[in-house]
């Protein structure tokens, strides 16, 4: 059992291969936090102290304060001044205090209400625990769902309004940690449109830290992942907390440092774009979000992270081989039609590619991005025969057919917008902001849903597509709603996501042989939840090899290789480039996005080679152990390689201002010392002792130059 009651202490442990969890009951009220590290049985006890100025409940002792314990769950108003939890009002003051009643473990999980959540396997138990406000009459169970073997464990919580009364959520983070020190530093993303996930690190200090969105997706701008560690921590040495959130909306991740040294770490849905009120009787199921220690470094976070991710929250397809595709965005932009996307189709056939992917500009007014969105059926002037004659004559290429969405947007100048303006996300006497000449649906109105269900039935249902790409090209300003109540407008945020989450999902039933692509203008929704729905994602707009280099290393960081979508771009006519954007773009899952129909013969027979080569390996990249041997954002290189059995896809990519002649001693520690290597891209040999020992590697210095061994032992 990875989950233990210990009667006499009061005290719950949750064991996973190489870690270890701990709180106790203290007071019968509180959940006092003892341990979260490294495998052990030696769980230290409370330590309870007296805090000055720390507020206790009359008739006990002082040193009882929430105030002065490390804590699993803290409640706004009652005693703990630290960053709370949960902040719930029956009566305006947003105080609430719940004690502990009970507990329960059992085999499996809980689902959530139209949210996202890891998926329970044959191993997976669940340690719930309820607590009780006896003011309003709510019950919170606060959930541990325990993926032992990939040393995660993840927490969600589920609030039933057992009163007479509404209550309003008003912040709802439903995983605190904390740790009983400070002398962390902090990993996370920042950046911005083109410029995704740009990685950075500092010591904690006190106070509260923070990177969360406000904007209704994950965003360009922060990412829910987040890490601690120590400040020596590197690749692999070191501890290392890794955090996340299953959810693709406004969110925050918070760490503050308090008076006594200790950490706090928190994720959750905040309180700024959020707040929730729940009717007598109703219950309400926060988002998941997950944790993981590793007392080796990154390196093994990473790997844990990844296999979780591949094995609990992308779904099944994701595991097959992902399609090479052909998308036509970069190529044609909005400039596309029938006849040029045939000659399109059955150039992708005779070079090898799986997939023709048709991007925007194929529906409604929109030759343009101001005009057409939400007008979900064809351009006749494009698709003269229409869009059914049109899929058929791509497949007939011998190709499969995927398609562009963006079902969450509306142009002004579209006929959706003119019939229902009140579908639109606006502010009663507020002119709603534009962006991208585009506003957004109001995805918590059922009507909205109902009628996306409808048309996009009319428009695909009998259509043989094999993929969708779903885009996301704004974010949500003027948030307001001309379908919830005035005491129900603080909620659009969360349900704007519920509303998302259920038409993914009606894609996924409605449309069985079909996979999603999910993308917010490249990168901006590169999240565990929309990882659920999709198999992959759009990694960023940006196809330059050199940004690309970047953001693909960092994206690896917290999100394994089968989640990011990779475009060779444009090489135009030049061999060295095209085969540096080729070794780039095997990072992850290999597409390109190009004018087909300009490409010399000697372009197109390389191409062609190189999907032969990509698919040789492609299972490697998808499914292996990821290991980081050099990071873009510190050297003039970058090096990693994916293991996977007797197989190893090493690959160094040089910077453009990378030193000349310059040597890298590169260890595979993942390579077995007793076997014999052979390049299969050059037949060279190398003994595993070798290659643990360190490879060496010339960097040539030169523009465009990369390095890619697929190193395959001997049996
Ligand atoms: C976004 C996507 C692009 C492309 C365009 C189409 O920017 O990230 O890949 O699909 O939209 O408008």
């Known amino acids: 059992m990875s989950i233990r009651y210990i009667k006499d202490k009061k005290r719950f442990i949750i064991n996973t291969q190489h870690t270890t969890y701990a709180f106790d009951v203290a007071y019968d009220h509180y959940l006092y936090h003892t341990y979260y590290g490294k495998k052990t049985s030696k769980i230290p006890d409370p330590h309870f102290h007296t805090i000055s100025f720390a507020p206790y409940l009359a008739g006990q002792h002082p040193r009882s304060s929430p105030d002065s314990f490390p804590l699993e769950v803290s409640f706004y108003g009652s005693g703990d001044f630290r960053p709370n939890s949960l902040r719930l009002s029956a009566d305006g ?423 999603i692509e999910t993308c917010s203008g490249g990168g901006g929704r590169y999240d565990l939840g929309m990882m659920q729905y999709g198999i992959q994602i759009w990694t960023s707009d940006n196809t330059n090899p050199c940004d690309r280099t970047r953001i693909q290393a960092s994206a690896l960081v917290a999100y394994p290789a089968a989640t990011m979508s990779c475009h060779v771009s444009n090489p135009r006519d030049n061999l060295a480039s095209l085969d540096y954007r080729y070794k780039v773009a095997v990072g992850g899952m290999l597409g390109y996005e190009l004018n087909i129909l300009n490409m010399g013969d000697e372009i197109k027979s390389i191409m062609s080679e190189q999907i032969r080569e990509y698919k040789s390996f492609e299972h490697a990249i998808r499914l292996g152990d990821y290991y980081s041997l050099a990071s873009p954002e510190k050297y003039d290189y970058s090096a990693y390689y994916y293991a996977k059995e007797d197989e190893i896809l090493l690959t160094v990519i040089e910077k453009k201002d990378c030193q000349k002649g310059s040597t890298k001693r590169l260890k595979i520690k993942a390579a077995n010392p007793d076997a014999v290597y052979t390049d299969l891209r050059t037949g060279k040999t190398y003994s595993g002792h070798l290659l643990k020992e360190g490879i060496v590697i010339d960097l040539t210095g030169e523009a465009d130059s990369a390095h890619l061994l697929y190193l395959k032992a001997k049996a």
């Open 93 to 515: 003051t947003g105080v609430c205090d719940f004690v502990y009643q009970s507990y329960r473990i059992f085999k499996g999980r809980v689902a959530l209400d139209s949210l996202p959540a890891a998926r329970a396997d044959g191993d997976t138990q669940t340690l719930e625990i309820t607590l009780l406000d006896e003011v309003s009459g709510c019950r919170l169970k606060l959930y541990y769902t325990v993926f032992a073997d990939l040393d995660v464990i993840s927490r969600y919580m589920i609030l039933e309004n057992g009163g007479k009364d509404s209550v309003t959520i008003e912040k709802c983070m439903p995983l605190t940690l904390d740790l009983c020190r400070s002398d962390f530093d902090m990993v996370s993303f920042y950046g911005t449109y083109n410029q995704e996930l740009r990685l950075q690190r500092h010591p904690l200090h006190h106070g509260t830290q923070s990177v969360y969105s406000n904007r209704g997706a994950s965003s360009h701008q922060y990412n829910p992942f987040l890490a601690l560690c120590d400040h020596k921590a590197n690749e692999e040495r070191g501890e290392v907390y890794g955090f996340n959130f299953v959810y693709s909306g406004s969110f925050l991740d918070e760490v503050d440092v308090d008076q006594l040294n200790r950490t706090r770490v928190q994720v959750g849905l905040g309180s700024e774009c959020f707040s929730y009120t729940l009717g007598a009787g109703e219950t309400f199921s926060s988002p998941e979000a997950i944790m993981t220690y590793s007392a080796s470094g990154f390196g093994k976070m990473t790997r844990n992270l990844h296999r979780f991710v591949r094995d609990h929250i992308m779904p099944a397809s994701a595991l097959a081989p992902h399609p090479v595709v052909l998308n036509t965005w970069e190529a044609c932009y909005f400039n596309i039609d029938e006849e040029k996307l045939v000659a399109f189709a059955k150039e992708a056939k005779a070079v090898g590619f799986d997939m023709l992917v048709m991007d925007d500009g194929w529906f409604g007014a929109r030759n343009n991005d101001r005009a057409g969105l939400g007008d979900w059926f064809e351009n006749r002037a494009k698709f003269p025969a229409g869009l059914a004659s049109f899929v058929n004559r791509i497949k007939a290429e011998g190709v499969k057919f995927g398609i562009w969405i963006e079902p969450e947007m509306v142009n002004p100048d579209s006929d959706l917008y003119r019939h229902h303006p009140d579908w639109a996300l606006r502010v009663r006497g507020r002119e709603p902001l534009l962006s991208r000449n585009q506003l957004v649906l109001d995805m918590s109105n059922p009507e909205v849903l109902d009628y996306l269900m409808k048309q996009f039935e009319e428009t695909f249902g009998d259509l043989p597509i094999d993929y969708f790409k779903w885009d996301m090209n704004r974010h949500l300003s003027n948030v307001g709603s001309c379908y919830l109540a005035s005491n129900k407008q603080g909620e659009i945020f969360f349900r704007y996501m519920q509303g998302v989450y259920r038409l993914l999902e009606w894609f996924a039933i409605r449309f069985p042989n079909a996979v």
